[in-house]
């Protein structure tokens, strides 16, 4: 990548860097559900709200911060439901589910909560190679 570019995105976890993500996630499972309403994919929810704060993650090295990646977990599962939504509106979630009730439609809002808290659990993991923080631990 140019360097002017790289200095436009801005650093790493930039909020213009890690929102392509789960963006590009929403806009495959846009193009992918208006190309054939009929199938259903069935991780696309998962992927969709769980991409922000793993990206966060793998982009910051060392301790993160729990309250930014719970936010961006909660704004990635509200990316997923709005997503969701929309494509119900659009009558492009017709396929199958594997849900005995409730159709796609439910089957996607599970999957995107599914998403935000695996998405928070891995973001909040500890990076390689480093341990969680002693601070306010009591040592002898």
């Keep these: 990548m140019p360097t002017r570019v790289r200095h436009l995105l801005g650093p790493p ?27 259903t994919y069935h991780l696309a929810p998962v992927f969709l709200a769980a991409a922000l704060p793993i990206a966060y993650r793998a982009r910051t ?18 990316l997923a439901l709005a997503v969701t939504g929309l494509l119900a509106m659009s009558a492009l979630l017709a396929g199958p589910s ?7 439609v439910a ?15 891995i973001g909040l993991w500890p990076a390689r190679g480093r341990q969680p923080s002693s601070a306010g631990k009591i040592t002898p």
């Design 107 to 121: 089957e996607s809002v599970l999957g995107a909560v599914a998403g935000g808290l695996l998405g928070a659990a």
């Design 61 to 78: 090295e060392g301790a993160v911060v729990s309250s930014t990646v719970l936010l961006l977990a909660a704004g990635g599962l509200a």
């Design 98 to 104: 594997l849900l005995p009730r409730g159709g796609v």
């Design 13 to 39: 976890t930039s909020p213009i860097r890690l929102a392509a993500y789960p963006l590009g996630v929403a806009a495959l499972w846009g193009v992918l559900a208006l190309l054939d309403p009929t199938k």
